[in-house]
């Protein structure tokens, strides 16, 4: 029977250990990357027997072992995670001030009793929608971009807390950008529609040239912050 301490390593030692094999670092963000060491631990760790858990290796436990083994690794997620957060944040600030200040200065104007010229046209009823739409997902972004820095920034955060704080907030501020570029294109619609009947056309395109870049430039970062929080931690044979 197992001692109760002995100084013997056990499976999750070996597992605490950082990875030989660099490929993670080559195709991950710092934070995917040490996701998927603590997924991994956690998995190892959880099929053993519970008496191998209390093994220790230079008078360590496995954990220990982790944290010590991949501090460099932590704090290099922790700013990774600050640096995006804060330039995300700032875009998502940007946004939030403009569809504010947008939906007090309705295009068309207004009449002697303060009522919009356009109330009761289909473009003013999109502009006032999409600019809202504008405003409450921006502030969402800010909250969890906020909710990012504010972080204890502990091993077990980076499992599942940051990153799914991470996947609303960048959810949230393309929606904030998409919607925010439609109200530009209904709000100058409204401006010009009566000398300029084609419009409509032409805004619409390039209203939808940003949203369309930012897909572009953030997609496989979401796509892969997806997969790893969400995914197996098998795929293809392999074991991120």
């Known amino acids: 029977m197992l001692a109760t301490v002995c100084f013997e390593p056990s499976i999750s030692h070996l597992v605490a250990e950082l990875p030989k094999n660099r490929e993670l670092a080559d195709h991950s963000c710092a934070s995917t990357e040490m996701q998927r060491e603590l997924q991994w ?18 008078g360590k436990t496995a954990f220990q072992c982790f944290l010590e083994n991949h501090k460099q690794m932590r704090e290099n997620a922790e700013e990774w995670m600050k640096d995006t957060s804060n330039s995300s944040m700032l875009v998502s600030t940007l946004i939030a001030t403009v569809v504010f200040a947008a939906a007090f200065t309705v295009p068309g104007g207004n009449n002697e009793q303060g009522i919009p010229n356009f109330l009761n046209d289909t473009s003013f009823t999109v502009f006032v929608y999409s600019d809202a739409l504008a405003l409450f997902s921006s502030v ?17 955060d980076f499992l599942r807390a940051l990153p799914k704080r991470m996947l609303i907030g960048l959810a949230s501020l393309f929606f904030a950008i998409a919607t925010m570029m ?21 805004i619409m395109f390039l209203a939808s040239f940003p949203a369309t870049l930012f897909i572009k430039l953030q997609l496989p970062l979401f796509i892969e912050m997806v997969q790893s929080t969400y995914g197996s931690i098998f795929r293809r044979g392999k074991i991120w």
Do not use: C, N
């Open 41 to 58: 631990f956690k998995m190892i760790d959880s099929i053993q027997h519970p008496r191998l858990k209390q093994l220790k290796k230079e």
């Open 140 to 156: 969402t972004a800010i909250l969890m971009f906020l909710s990012i820095l504010t972080s204890s920034y502990k091993e077990k």
């Open 182 to 202: 439609v109200a530009f294109g209904a709000g100058l619609a409204i401006v010009l529609r009566e000398r300029f009947k084609w419009v409509w056309g032409p």
